[in-house]
């Protein structure tokens, strides 16, 4: 079975602060990692996934097999990344790609 | 606008109602979702269907039935609704294959009362 922990439900962050998101995952096989966030009154979106290695909105995500994780990190956070942020999982193989997602987080940065 | 949508975006309505929500998605995407988010935000996939077959059916009750009528559409149909079934729902689609990204629906949110 596989499944996503995110240990935080809350995260109050300084505006200019870093700020990392954590997650952890369990799973069998070689999974696909991503994180999704949600913005208010906005729709679930890809923020960033393991395979492309890049940076979006200054966000980095290194996936890290031994740890079996995938932290989000900001070395600046700016208000505009206030949001809920979810950390999901997928099999790389198979017709049907469905999404286990944690159970978020929700970043607050404060001015 | 290329996007998934979905239909209604709020639905109140009675325990022991039936009722649809609608879903399409004009991406070309060969795969759809629906998924259900709680009061908690706690987000679960419910079904997946490929090219109009169902692919993934997780441990949802059998009130609920997803239908596809083409592949560009994906419509939930649940049958006598319940207090707990209240929460949101969204639609998503893939193009399908490797790391293909999914692209989700504004969600429905359904008040049951």
């Known amino acids: 079975a596989q499944r996503v922990t995110q240990p935080e439900k809350l995260l109050s962050v300084f505006k200019g602060a870093p700020v990392e998101l954590k997650c952890n995952y369990s799973y069998s096989g070689s999974p696909e990692l991503f994180w999704y966030v949600q913005y208010s009154r906005q729709r679930l979106q890809l923020l960033l996934r393991?395979?492309s290695r890049e940076s979006i909105k200054g966000f980095t995500a290194d996936l890290n097999k031994g740890e079996t994780s995938f932290h989000l990190k900001k070395p600046f956070a700016q208000e505009e990344d206030s949001a809920m942020y979810y950390c999901a999982l997928s099999p790389i193989s198979g017709s049907a790609r469905q999404l286990t997602f944690g159970s978020g987080t929700q970043l607050t940065v404060l001015p | 606008d290329t996007a998934v949508s979905q239909t209604p975006k709020y639905l109140v309505t009675q325990m022991g109602n039936d009722k649809s929500i609608k879903c399409e998605q004009n991406l070309g995407h060969d795969t759809m979702y629906w998924y259900k988010q709680d009061s908690k935000k706690f987000l679960k996939i419910m079904f997946s269907?490929?090219?109009?077959?169902?692919?993934i059916n997780e441990t949802v009750p059998n009130r609920f039935s997803p239908k596809s009528p083409d592949k560009a559409h994906l419509n939930l149909h649940i049958n006598s609704l319940e207090l707990g079934d209240s929460a949101v729902y969204f639609c998503?689609?893939?193009?399908?294959?490797?790391?293909?990204?999914?692209?989700f629906g504004p969600g429905t949110r359904l008040t049951v009362l």
């Open positions: 998503a689609s893939s193009p399908g294959g490797r790391g293909s990204e999914q692209f």
């Open positions: 393991h395979i």
């Open positions: 269907y490929n090219n109009k077959e169902l692919i």
